[in-house]
């Protein structure tokens, strides 16, 4: 145990080491590198800040996730079920990435995969925009079926496929970063790894929140 603690806090401090100066140069490159150069209780906070955001945004606006990488017009939920949903997503993307973490690097801390990742995946928020400002039919009809959505409202679908391609990459490279930093490894092994978990991630969200809706009758 004693020993597991010091390659631990030993693969920490590398870790520290590795990223010290990713946080220097322009704006924009610090941004650039945020999910890795947050500690680990400000990307947790940081995390939970934008979780409330999306969750009160989904709310007000009537939306719902469909996974963690997507949200549909619907019914107006009451503000626990939206919380439930968020937190939910969270819960079933964060198990995923630790249960690979894990596999990657046994000194992967819960609360340092699932807060750096809360916060890389706060961008796919932004994926509520079209559907708040756009025709919330055309939204909901380019979840369903883009090609649809493009025989009928070709402007908005542009738009809308502009919109999840930036968030979706940005979204994907942040993940990237806040799991090689929670992990404390990098590279190609890590990319893998990272690359395995990502659609499982995703298919688990599709379970969970198909499950919440059956169980609210939705």
């Known amino acids: 145990m004693a020993k597991a603690k010091m390659y631990a806090k030993r693969d ?28 680990s209780n400000n990307a947790l906070l940081w995390g939970l800040a934008w979780l409330i955001v999306g969750v009160i945004c989904a709310w007000h606006f009537a939306f719902v996730p469909t996974s963690m990488i997507g949200y549909t017009a619907s019914v107006k939920l009451p503000l626990v079920w939206q919380l439930a949903l968020g937190v939910a997503v969270w819960v079933s993307f964060g198990v995923v990435y630790f249960a690979f973490g894990v596999m990657r690097n046994r000194a992967t801390g819960v609360t340092e995969m699932f807060g750096r990742m809360l916060f890389a995946h706060w961008p796919i928020t932004l994926l509520l925009v079209p559907g708040i400002f756009l025709n919330r039919v055309a939204y909901s009809t380019f979840v369903a079926n883009p090609a649809v959505a493009y025989e ?67």
């Open 12 to 39: 920490r401090s590398r870790g520290d080491a590795r990223w010290q100066g990713a946080g220097s140069g322009s704006f924009i490159a610090r941004m650039l590198k945020r999910p890795a150069t947050n500690s």
């Open 152 to 218: 009928n409202y070709p402007t908005e679908t542009i738009i809308m496929a502009v919109v999840a391609v930036v968030v979706g990459l940005w979204a994907l490279y942040w993940g990237y970063l806040a799991f090689s930093r929670a992990t404390q490894r990098s590279g190609f092994v890590s990319l893998l790894c990272y690359a395995i978990a990502t659609p499982l991630a995703y298919y688990l969200s599709t379970l969970v929140v198909g499950a919440i809706f059956k169980g609210m009758n939705i």
